[in-house]
Nanobody, 127 residues
């Protein structure tokens, strides 16, 4: 059974950095989709960044050049390094996973693609 659990959310000032972590269990090596989503108050859930089992990545336009998704296979942990944070990055951030044997040149950022979700970790960016 696939399980994910996020951590690392905090309150920071604009321009600062944070690294979110997501411990993942139950996924086959290289056969997965992993992603970060966020939901700000009053807004729809948004796909932020995704990574496929072959290492391909995909980012929302709003975070390109500022956020980096990565995986530590030894620690079974997904990361989201967030730099140059803006107040509009304030949201609850969720880790999502799916076991997949498909090849993704561009991992999807649609929530419907993912089957396993964490409870979220709050990121607040003040101006």
């Amino acid at each position: 059974q696939v399980q994910v659990m996020e951590s690392g959310g905090d309150s920071v000032q604009a321009g600062g950095s944070l690294r979110l972590s997501c411990v993942v269990s139950g996924l086959s090596y290289s056969h997965f989709l992993l992603a970060w989503f966020r939901r700000a108050p009053g807004k729809e859930r948004e796909g932020v960044a995704a990574v496929g089992g072959v290492g391909s990545t995909n980012y929302a336009n709003s975070v390109k050049g500022r956020f980096t998704i990565s995986i530590d296979f030894v620690k079974n942990t997904l990361y989201l390094q967030m730099n140059a944070l803006k107040p509009e990055d304030t949201a609850m951030y969720y880790c999502a996973a799916k076991e997949s044997y498909a090849y993704y040149a561009v991992p999807p950022l649609g929530a419907d693609e993912y089957t396993n979700w964490g409870l979220g970790t709050q990121v607040t960016v003040s101006s």
